[in-house]
């Protein structure tokens, strides 16, 4: 049992709320890169009946495109679903001590919240090409092939 390989694995779904403006900047190499924190909300009932909520307070960070889109249209209090991994990293504070850090690796990043006056659906669109990495149409041809299926049936 020892020999075992297990599959690699490490996929993560989160659904939560900035607890602050996102920090978007460029590495030096120019590379666009955005931190935010989220909270993400628990409810349960606990053993004696009484409603208790929970929070987990988790980094993000996400690359590149999708760096610009979160620091373009998130703010504090945004509700987004993230789809990534977690990556871990040692972090040095201000007197020299070193601390390890789990943080999400965005791969998706869905704004939840209703659209805004200030989004337009072309920019939706654009977004949502630039995470999924699919072409609309290829996701229309789909629908479409579903839907005569259905209607076959």
């Known amino acids: 049992m020892a020999n075992?390989?297990?599959?690699g694995l490490n996929k993560v779904l989160i659904v939560g709320n900035l607890v602050k403006d996102p920090e978007l900047r460029c590495t030096t190499a120019g590379v666009p890169v955005v931190n935010f924190?989220?909270?993400?909300?628990?409810?349960?009932?606990?053993?004696?009946?009484?409603?208790?909520?929970?929070?987990?307070?988790?980094?993000?960070?996400?690359?590149?495109?999708?760096?610009?889109?979160?620091?373009?249209?998130?703010?504090?209090?945004?509700?987004?679903?993230?789809?990534?991994?977690?990556?871990?990293?040692?972090?040095?504070?201000?007197?020299?001590?070193?601390?390890?850090?789990?943080?999400?690796?965005?791969?998706?990043?869905?704004?939840?919240?209703?659209?805004?006056?200030s989004v337009s659906l072309n920019e939706e669109q654009s977004i949502f090409n630039q995470n999924q990495g699919e072409d609309l149409t290829d996701l229309e041809n789909s629908w479409q092939e579903i839907q005569n299926q259905k209607s076959g049936e």
């Open 37 to 117: 924190k989220i909270a993400s909300n628990k409810k349960f009932k606990d053993n004696l009946g009484i409603y208790r909520e929970e929070v987990c307070y988790i980094g993000v960070v996400a690359w590149q495109e999708l760096a610009e889109s979160c620091g373009q249209f998130l703010k504090k209090g945004s509700a987004v679903l993230v789809e990534g991994e977690l990556r871990s990293r040692l972090r040095e504070n201000q007197n020299g001590t070193r601390r390890s850090l789990v943080e999400i690796k965005a791969l998706h990043v869905q704004f939840l919240d209703k659209r805004t006056a």
């Open 4 to 7: 075992t390989k297990l599959p």
